[in-house]
């Protein structure tokens, strides 16, 4: 059984429809220092790896855990925010929008994405921690337990969701920490 720990990165600096790629705020740095204190405790003598998503935010959570760890930060693209299909300043609505949806009748490119970070989860041969986002986190919630929601949970700013690979399929072991907010 391979173990997989999702973490989505912490408040980032700027909102969802302001900027291409922020970093965190000084609250997600805050964040991010106490996620990866927590992690410590849990990694073990396992022989974990580090993931990211290209993302600076994604990134910028990793580095604590990364510093107190001794472990590198391989940068995953799979594990990227969802392709928005929209100018920076329709973000928003598409958003809120998609978060509404279904996924059976998405595009083609938005099952790509799902697929792609599907497959590099399914693909993994040692205990991983993947830093990502919010959708990232909820497309994989629903492929792990098959339900067709895009919004499956509200994962909160740092928060660890727990899966699993059983016989090469993944398995949600545990939800993280869950709050209805806004997404930035």
Known sequence: MTRILLVR???AAAEW???????LSERGRQQ???T???LLLRLGAD???????PKARALETAAPLAAASGLSVAIEPAYREVPVPVAMEQRKPWLRQFMQQQWPGQPAALWQWRQGLVDALEG???PTLVFTHF???NAAVAEAEGRDEVLCFWPDNASVTEFCLQAGRLQLVSLGRSL???VN
């Open 32 to 34: 991010a220092s106490d």
């Open 180 to 182: 209805q907010t806004v």
């Open 17 to 23: 429809g302001q900027h291409e790629d922020p970093g």
């Open 135 to 137: 959708l990232v986190i």
């Open 47 to 53: 022989d974990w790896q580090i993931l990211s998503s």
């Open 124 to 126: 993994l041969a040692r």
């Open 36 to 38: 990866a204190q927590a």
């Open 9 to 11: 990165h912490g408040e």
